[in-house]
């Protein structure tokens, strides 16, 4: 057996339960994948008149176009979690390199690695989007408005499509992960996991200017969204990049502001105000990042819930559509391909920022050890933790609801149909189920770090 692979194995069995958030992430990448290409195989086993098997048809041809987009969308949040797992374990690869190894052979292992936990996490998104597919069914029929029944099904198409995207997207993202890694020296690795960061171009002229500089983006993705929506979408992958750097500089605003306002305060030194202040700071830079495209991938999240189920179910309970002849409902595929990208940019968001938060704990494993020893409780330890992932994921969230006031505007103008409180009432129902799955994500996040950074088992200690 090659040597990479007797290393690789041990690491995957070894490393399953702290890399518990890259694997579920990959896994409902795959379920998400499956779902939708299996979409249209579920709703053919309805008992539907020839019309809406027309409609199907051209659904599953709309439904595989857009396809590309989604796996695009993975391909990144794959190359994410990737480089989270490098960066956990850079201390070990650099290690391998001080023992001989040389780089092609460190990224073999990697790519041994990835393959392996890929593989599993492929097989339990799959048998996932399988145990779903009554949920996904019922999802599909609701929007189409055609008979739905609980049933259980498997494509074999859709399975067959879902591992050929996921290799693609598992190659990518490892080829990516193994540059990284060989490209940096030794020392860098050593030092990586432990090297905080720090927010560069920070001056006053220049701070004067990211902000001028957003207002100015912001300007143009609100003002396109509001006075021409028409522009909006033709330009949308340009107006979703604008998005992403202005709300990245506001973040960086914040993260430069915040902190230097709360050193200027006596309770400063109250608690363990400091000790959570400078954790936040610790991966400033990357945390904006990442923060940043959470923020816009929740936005777009909640708008293409809210579109989707206005171009389908708004538009029939509007009586806008005959649901008698529901071949002359064309906007149905559109609908369907919304709430999909709603969902998948929802996971995709989540993913990131638990992602994040967990190397962030992880990372700072010493730091908390070294708190208590200086007598501090456990449950301010926790504390201070969850005040860190609650800030991780409510600054996105509450910038997301201000990108979404516009977003919801475009989406008003392109769903004129819809009777007003019927769309008010699907714009809220999506913004709130949207929030309502980031808070529980975030709860669960909250956990998963305090076990991550060795203060979960001393809390339940102490109240003991």
């Given amino acids: 057996m090659p040597l990479f692979v007797r290393l690789a194995l041990p690491n995957v069995s070894r490393g399953a339960r702290d890399h518990a958030v890259y694997l579920v992430t990959l896994a409902c990448a795959t379920c998400l994948l499956y779902a939708f290409n299996a979409s249209g195989d579920y709703l053919l086993a309805m008992p539907l008149t020839a019309d809406q098997l027309t409609v199907i048809h051209k659904a599953r041809d709309v439904t595989g176009a857009f396809s590309v987009f989604v796996v695009l969308v993975f391909v990144v949040l794959a190359a994410y979690a990737n480089r989270f797992v490098v960066r956990r374990r850079s201390r070990e690869f650099a290690i391998y390199g001080l023992l001989g190894m040389r780089a092609p052979a460190v990224a073999a292992v990697l790519a041994a690695e990835g393959a392996l936990g890929g593989a599993a996490a492929l097989v339990a998104g799959v048998a996932l989007g399988v145990a779903a597919s009554p949920a996904s069914g019922a999802v599909a029929a609701f929007v189409f408005g055609t ?26 993202a490892l080829a990516l992960s193994a540059v990284d890694v060989v490209r940096r020296p030794l020392v860098e690795l050593v030092a990586r996991e432990r090297a905080p960061e720090r927010l560069i171009l920070t001056g006053r002229g220049v701070t004067r200017a990211q902000a001028l500089l957003a207002a100015a983006l912001l300007a143009v993705v609100w003002g396109s969204c509001v006075v021409q929506p028409g522009l909006f979408v033709l330009a949308i992958l340009p107006m979703g990049w604008a998005a992403y750097v202005a709300t990245s500089l506001v973040l960086r605003l914040v993260a430069a502001g915040v902190p230097a306002a709360l050193r200027r305060r006596p309770r400063y030194w109250r608690g363990l105000t400091a000790f959570t202040t400078r954790q936040l700071e610790a991966r400033v830079s990357t945390g904006c990042q990442t923060l940043s495209c959470a923020c816009v991938l929740v936005a777009c999240a909640a708008c293409m819930i809210c579109a989707g189920l206005a171009f389908s179910v708004g538009q029939r309970a509007s009586g806008a559509v005959d649901p008698a002849a529901l071949a002359e409902a064309t906007l149905a595929p559109i609908g369907y391909v919304g709430i999909f990208y709603g969902e998948a940019f929802l996971v995709a968001a989540a993913a990131v920022l638990a992602l994040q938060q967990a190397g962030q704990a992880d990372d700072a494993r010493r730091a908390y050890a070294t708190l208590l020893d200086l007598g501090a409780e456990p449950r301010e330890a926790c504390g201070a933790l969850r005040v860190q992932v609650a800030a ?22 392109l769903t004129l149909g819809v009777p007003d409180d019927a769309f008010a009432a699907i714009a809220v129902g999506a913004v709130a189920v949207t929030l309502a799955l980031l808070a529980a994500f975030g709860v669960v996040c909250a956990r998963a770090c305090e076990r991550a950074a060795g203060v979960a088992a001393l809390s339940r200690a102490e109240r003991a």
Avoid: N, Y
């Avoid at 969230?397 to 008003?412: I, K, P, Y």
């Fill in 147 to 172: 008979p739905w029944r609980l049933a259980w099904s498997f494509s074999a198409s859709a399975a067959l499509a879902t591992c050929g995207w996921f290799v693609v997207i598992e190659l990518v």
């Fill in 392 to 413: 991780a994921f409510a600054l996105p969230s509450a910038m997301a609801l201000v990108h979404d006031l516009a977003g919801l505007t475009l989406v008003r103008t």
